[in-house]
């Protein structure tokens, strides 16, 4: 089946920073999903996205899908040292199943 | 409110020797269950799913085998260890009336095989 290609692999930055993943698919993705996972932890699920050109916004993070609905991102203001962790992307295929990006993973330098 | 357990939490087992990890999720009725792994600093490899008791769908080919005997417990298997065996168990579910399918993890199992 098809992937997702998630860039970077790894983002090391200093406090305060801002940080972006980018999530991309050759296809046209019926909805898309982030997920994170901190060191030693399990992932959760942090938002669906599904419209063209859908923006939703949790405190400083801002999730975007494109309008061909063929790539994603997501967007942290101002790190702190809660964000770090592995910031995975997927997308739903057929019979419920989630496909996986190969997640980014921050670091933040206090 | 729905959870999911998963035990043990951590587990050393010697090469060939068997495996049975147990995934079970209380608060909601007929889930899709998913047992995933994630080798160290890597992503996650779908290996099973279920949509139902006794439905199991393989998505890789390997010594690992999966089975539902109930409706809220999945439990992932082998008959004998190989060290590429090694990894970060998880099992996730979803809700059978979504489509898009969000999915909740378990804490997982770190597996050692030595």
């Known amino acids: 089946g098809q992937q997702v290609m998630q860039i970077p692999q790894y983002q090391h930055v200093q406090e305060g920073e801002d940080f972006t993943t980018y999530c991309n698919s050759s296809?046209?993705?019926?909805?898309i999903q982030w997920y994170k996972q901190r060191p030693g932890g399990h992932p959760v699920f942090l938002i669906q996205?599904?419209?063209?050109?859908e923006v939703k916004k949790q405190k400083r993070l801002t999730f975007q899908f494109g309008e061909a609905k063929k790539n994603s991102s997501l967007h942290i203001t101002a790190t702190q040292t809660t964000d770090v962790g592995t910031y995975f992307c997927?997308?739903?295929?057929?019979?419920?199943?989630?496909?996986f990006g190969a997640g980014t993973i921050l670091r933040v330098k206090s | 409110s729905q959870t999911i357990h998963q035990w043990p939490a951590t587990l050393v087992q010697p090469v060939g020797s068997p495996l049975s990890l147990e995934c079970t999720v209380e608060g909601t009725s007929n889930p899709n269950l998913y047992w995933y792994r994630q080798a160290a600093g890597r992503g996650l490899q779908l290996l099973f799913y279920?949509?139902?008791?006794?439905?199991i769908s393989s998505e890789v080919p390997q010594n690992l085998s999966a089975s539902r005997p109930q409706d809220r417990q999945f439990i992932l298997s082998s008959k004998k260890l190989l060290l590429s065996d090694s990894g970060f168990y998880l099992c996730?579910?979803?809700?059978?009336?979504?489509?898009?399918?969000?999915?909740?993890f378990g804490p997982g199992t770190r597996l050692t095989v030595l």
């Open positions: 997927a997308y739903m295929e057929y019979g419920n199943k989630l496909v």
């Open positions: 296809t046209t993705l019926s909805n």
């Open positions: 996205l599904v419209k063209s050109g």
């Open positions: 996730a579910w979803s809700s059978s009336g979504t489509v898009r399918g969000t999915q909740y």
């Open positions: 279920s949509v139902g008791i006794g439905q």
